[in-house]
């Protein structure tokens, strides 16, 4: 089982276990720039950089031998509806979602954006030859209308 060391007000601290350092963390005691290293190698990073799941509130897997209590499902949303002549009907749930971290490295980041932007570029060269020629034509037949409606004034 892996090990931590933790730096708090200049001193180390430890050793503790992953389910340890969780506890510690949920109780605001430390954060996730506390420096932090392994039992394995004297390498100072931060807590960020080892358990990188805490700042979302994910609960770690328990150590090996340890079995943790199960625990119920959250209860879902009713999904049905009385109406009027009281019989239940189901009624559609509405979900927020907020997308709060992205902790990508940032060569996967430039990849999406080079892969969207490729995307982008082929969708342009497909549909603006289209658009072009459908502009041509709208224009063809509006001209054809003005020209016939024009053609009936007298000239001078």
Known sequence: MLSYYLKTSE?????????QVSQLFAESRIDRNTPCRTGLDGIWKTIDDYLPMLKY??????????SAPPSAPPPLPSLYVENPLGSQTSAPVSRNFALVDIDLPFGSILKLMFKGMIAAFLVICCFLPALIILLLLLMAIFGSFFAHFFSGFPRP
């Open 57 to 66: 509130g994910a609960p770690l897997a328990p150590a090996p031998g340890i």
């Open 11 to 19: 001193r180390e601290e430890g050793p503790y276990f992953e389910e």
